[in-house]
């Protein structure tokens, strides 16, 4: 993840509005993170979507991101919930947090913010060194489907919701590129009023890395981890070639 592919990520109000809903994986995290002793560490945190359920349930938990603005957005809904979580600015290739853990995450498909080879090694490697021996990573990551990487350079329909008297539909135009496994996206966002009529309209940009289930295993192994489960909901449904997600349960081997 680097800072100048954080545009998505400019508001994080509405970042909320968008995601904060979303809570599929929090009986799944939760399951091993009660496992676990000591801190556990949630990677690319955001404003603390995963880590604020999980602090509410009594587990000492540590939230790092990149970007400063979510962070302050995460540390004032932590603090109107009275919980003392420590969130932590850091780049997650670079990892400094002075602990070791049982149970690190990275959820939201945050993954395929690292783009390159250099990138993915370099937060393996980070993680690596944060994990007491026989600990576990868990993370998703979105599944190579045909859907995902056809190009058609067309606005495809996402999704709509209500933000005040305004509707807000966003639309998304992706191209991927093959050689580097890289889908560059445009995320449209079109805010209506209670007549219908255009009000604004704002553009993001996003590349968003993939990677295919063998590369990703013979990745995972390089870096010292085996994998426990590939799965492709949060039910543990094993992975079939309709996922449209990908979800490792992975464990530092020494």
Known sequence: M????????????????????????ITYLTKWADKATGPIVDLACGTGRATIPLAKTGHSIVGVDLHRDMLRRAREKAVAEKLDIGFIEQDCTKLELGLKSDFIFMVGNSFQHFLTNEAQNKMLDSIQRHLVKGGRFLFNTRFPSEEELVSTNCED??????????????????????LNQVQHNITIRRFFDANGKLQDEKRSIIDLRFVFPLEMERLLEKHGFTIEGVYQDWNETPLTSNASNMIYLCKKIN
């Not at 954080?6 to 904060?20: G, T």
């Not at 008297?165 to 135009?173: A, D, G, M, N, R």
Request: no cysteine; aromatic share 16%.
């Open 157 to 178: 329909p996402g999704f709509s919701y209500k933000d005040g008297t305004l509707s807000v539909h966003v639309s998304y135009i992706s191209e991927y590129d093959a």
């Open 2 to 25: 680097t800072i100048e592919n954080l545009e998505e990520y400019q508001d994080p109000i509405q970042y909320d509005k968008e995601h904060v809903a979303y809570k599929e994986d």
